[in-house]
């Protein structure tokens, strides 16, 4: 836990396991934990990885940057998982089941289909999904007989599912994205303000998610916002313009995939995948992490995606273990907060956060426009579950047939056979 503002230990006491942690990205992690060490005291810093060659060049660079900004935590890693998570307060979890070459062929196969291939909607979001939750639900089970108390926060994507399992089967877990404080921090780069001043009413699920109002000083400037700038930010979103004006919100970027399906299977056809194109920028990253004389996150980790994300981390982390108490944009259960959804529905909404997890906020009732696609997609992320779960081909076959962005039995049996050919290694049941 985090020390008490009496009788404060000289040495922060917080230990932090970050699964995952060889992963080019981990940098922007290890940055926004030692420049927000303040919010965040830790004390041990512990990353996990089976990839040893890529962890250490990832862990070398970690010590240098909590080094050179004067970051008084150890960072360690390790292989061993158990060795690893032993005795953490937090488990941080961003791992890649099978890496970009398995993200590749989730964005490549659908396409025959004439469907989107995207690593986390769509066909491509399900064998991600498959392949992910065994191992999640695994780990969990592991950091739950170590130390029952530590927080397992969730952005191994698809985020939904995944922390759906996880409370399902009782672990105390929080998802998060990076969706929400991309927002808040392009619109108060707009509205010339600071971060902390901008409130989003942000609803939906993970990656299916509408900003409804942005508040300043409790007034909502979202009209403002999208009369002044309305350009740039359908621009950012590659949404027309003219569907921001009519919906009066500012859907997320996945939302492209529903609004503009067919459009973007075209787009997505005639060029390399977006898993080549990061393969190509994590060689490059490797070998300057390599460089020992370099001690901060190189320029190129921003294209690698995932911006804000460090921040996000550290605020809900700290959230937890602090019992601060404070509002955040988090992947917690439903609750009766969209009262169309089970309960036990993941959503993505703000919530009050402390040391007994989330509490989503009350929301005002949605539009059918909304609440229509948010129930659709919620019936696919059970089903998806069920499959990831309990195997079987009829159990993927229904999954796929319940996704909006499919539905048609004829796609829907042959996206099952392709999914479980490019999948069966990490299937056990196949």
Same mark, same amino acid.
């Given at each position: 836990?985090?020390?008490?503002p009496?009788?404060?230990?000289?040495?922060?006491?917080?230990k932090?396991?970050? $699964?995952g !942690? /060889?992963s080019t990205?981990?940098?922007?992690?290890?940055?926004?934990f030692?420049?927000?060490r303040?919010?965040l005291?830790?004390?041990e810093l512990?990353l996990?990885d089976?990839?040893l060659?890529?962890l250490?060049?990832?862990?070398?660079?970690a010590?240098r940057?909590?080094?050179k900004?004067?970051h008084?935590?150890?960072?360690?890693?390790?292989?061993d998982l158990?060795a690893?998570?032993?005795?953490?307060?937090?488990v941080l979890l961003q791992?890649? $089941?099978?890496?970009?070459?398995?993200?590749d062929q989730d964005?490549t196969?659908?396409? !025959? %289909?004439?469907c989107?291939?995207?690593e986390t #909607?769509?066909a491509?979001?399900?064998?991600?999904?498959?392949r992910t939750v065994?191992v999640?639900l695994?780990?969990?089970?592991?950091?739950?007989?170590?130390n029952p108390?530590a927080?397992?926060?969730d952005?191994?994507n698809?985020?939904g $599912?995944v922390? &759906?399992?996880?409370l399902t089967?009782?672990h105390?877990?929080?998802?998060? %994205?990076?969706v929400?404080i /991309?927002?808040?921090?392009?619109?108060?780069?707009?509205l010339?303000?600071?971060p902390?001043q901008v409130?989003l009413?942000?609803i /939906?699920?993970?990656?299916?998610?509408?900003?409804?109002?942005?508040r300043?000083?409790d007034?909502?400037?979202?009209?403002?916002?999208?009369?002044?700038h /309305?350009?740039a930010i359908?621009? @950012?979103l590659?949404?027309? &313009?003219s569907l921001l @004006?009519r919906?009066?919100?500012?859907?997320s970027y996945?939302l492209?995939?529903?609004y503009?399906?067919?459009a973007?299977?075209?787009?997505?056809?005639?060029?390399?995948?977006?898993?080549a194109?990061v393969?190509a920028?994590?060689?490059?990253l490797?070998?300057l992490y390599?460089?020992?004389?370099?001690d901060?996150?190189p320029e190129l980790?921003?294209?690698?995606g995932?911006?804000f994300?460090?921040?996000?981390?550290?605020?809900? #982390?700290?959230?937890?273990?602090? @019992?601060?108490g404070d509002v955040?944009?988090?992947?917690?259960?439903n609750?009766?907060?969209?009262?169309?959804?089970?309960?036990?529905?993941v959503i993505?909404?703000?919530a009050?956060?402390?040391?007994?997890?989330p509490?989503?906020?009350?929301v005002?009732?949605l539009e059918?426009l909304?609440?229509g696609?948010?129930?659709?997609?919620? !019936?696919?992320e059970?089903?998806a579950l069920?499959a990831?779960?309990?195997?079987? &081909?009829d159990?993927?076959?229904?999954?796929l047939?319940?996704?909006?962005?499919?539905?048609?039995? @004829?796609?829907?049996?042959?996206?099952?056979d392709?999914l479980?050919?490019?999948n069966?290694?990490h299937?056990?049941w196949?």
């Amino acid at each position: 836990m985090l020390p008490s503002p009496a009788g404060r230990s000289p040495r922060p006491r917080v230990k932090l396991a970050v $699964i995952g !942690g /060889g992963s080019t990205y981990t940098p922007e992690l290890i940055d926004g934990f030692a420049r927000l060490r303040d919010v965040l005291p830790l004390a041990e810093l512990v990353l996990i990885d089976p990839a040893l060659d890529r962890l250490e060049l990832v862990g070398g660079l970690a010590r240098r940057i909590f080094a050179k900004q004067g970051h008084p935590g150890t960072v360690s890693w390790t292989a061993d998982l158990d060795a690893g998570i032993d005795g953490a307060d937090a488990v941080l979890l961003q791992l890649r $089941i099978g890496g970009q070459a398995a993200r590749d062929q989730d964005e490549t196969w659908p396409l !025959g %289909c004439g469907c989107v291939g995207q690593e986390t #909607t769509g066909a491509g979001g399900l064998a991600k999904a498959l392949r992910t939750v065994p191992v999640v639900l695994d780990i969990a089970e592991r950091v739950r007989r170590r130390n029952p108390d530590a927080w397992i926060v969730d952005f191994t994507n698809p985020v939904g $599912i995944v922390t &759906r399992a996880l409370l399902t089967h009782g672990h105390k877990a929080v998802g998060l %994205c990076n969706v929400a404080i /991309g927002f808040q921090r392009k619109f108060a780069k707009l509205l010339g303000v600071s971060p902390e001043q901008v409130e989003l009413e942000h609803i /939906g699920l993970n990656h299916l998610t509408w900003e409804r109002s942005v508040r300043v000083a409790d007034e909502d400037v979202l009209p403002k916002l999208l009369a002044e700038h /309305g350009d740039a930010i359908a621009g @950012d979103l590659r949404l027309p &313009r003219s569907l921001l @004006d009519r919906l009066g919100t500012v859907p997320s970027y996945y939302l492209r995939y529903y609004y503009q399906h067919d459009a973007v299977v075209e787009e997505l056809r005639s060029k390399p995948s977006r898993a080549a194109e990061v393969a190509a920028i994590e060689r490059q990253l490797l070998g300057l992490y390599a460089d020992p004389a370099l001690d901060e996150k190189p320029e190129l980790l921003s294209r690698r995606g995932g911006a804000f994300y460090s921040e996000a981390a550290v605020a809900l #982390t700290s959230s937890l273990l602090g @019992d601060t108490g404070d509002v955040q944009i988090v992947n917690a259960s439903n609750n009766g907060t969209l009262p169309f959804l089970p309960d036990d529905a993941v959503i993505e909404v703000p919530a009050t956060v402390g040391s007994a997890g989330p509490a989503p906020l009350p929301v005002r009732p949605l539009e059918p426009l909304y609440t229509g696609l948010i129930a659709h997609v919620t !019936g696919y992320e059970q089903l998806a579950l069920e499959a990831a779960l309990k195997g079987g &081909r009829d159990r993927v076959f229904s999954a796929l047939l319940a996704h909006p962005l499919i539905g048609q039995t @004829d796609y829907a049996d042959r996206l099952t056979d392709e999914l479980i050919a490019h999948n069966r290694e990490h299937l056990t049941w196949a």
